[in-house]
C-alpha cells in the first residue's frame, strides 16, 4: 500500500500546488481556489504555530509514507522534494521557500481581485 499512497500524494499534492497557483484563472473554481488558499494558509500559520511555519499536512502525510519507503533525507518542503524528485537537482531551500511564499501571496492577491473585485471578471 506504500507506494499506491505515494503515488496518490504525488499527484494529489502537485495538483493541488498547480490549483492554487492558477485557479484563480478559471471563473467557475474561483471561490474553491480561495478556499483552498485558505486551508493551505491556515495549515501554514495557524497550524504551524505549533508545528514550524510552513506546516503542511499533506507534506506530513507524504513524507510518513516515504520514510516507511525507505526515505531518509527529506527537505523541508514539499516543492523542495517535487523539484528533486523530478530533476534530481537538490535546490537552496531558502530560494524555495521564499518563492512559494512570494507565489503563493500573488496567486492570494489574484484571487481576492478575481472574486471581491467590483469589475466583472466572472464572464
Request: aromatic share 24%; proline share 3%.
Amino acid at each position: 500500500m506504500l507506494y499506491p499512497a505515494h503515488y496518490f500524494f504525488l499527484v494529489f499534492h502537485t495538483a493541488l500546488v498547480l490549483f492554487n497557483l492558477f485557479g484563480w484563472l478559471v471563473p467557475r473554481w474561483r471561490k474553491w481556489h480561495l478556499f483552498s488558499l485558505l486551508i493551505t494558509l491556515f495549515s501554514w500559520v495557524i497550524l504551524g504555530f505549533w508545528k514550524g511555519f510552513g506546516y503542511c499536512f499533506l507534506t506530513d502525510w507524504h513524507y510518513r509514507v516515504l520514510f516507511q519507503m525507505g526515505y531518509d533525507k527529506l527537505p523541508e518542503s514539499y516543492i523542495s522534494f517535487l523539484i528533486s524528485y523530478i530533476t534530481g537537482w537538490i535546490p537552496d531551500e531558502g530560494l524555495v521557500n521564499t518563492l512559494t511564499l512570494i507565489f503563493t501571496v500573488l496567486a492570494l492577491g489574484c484571487s481576492l481581485w478575481v472574486n471581491f473585485s467590483k469589475r466583472t471578471f466572472n464572464k
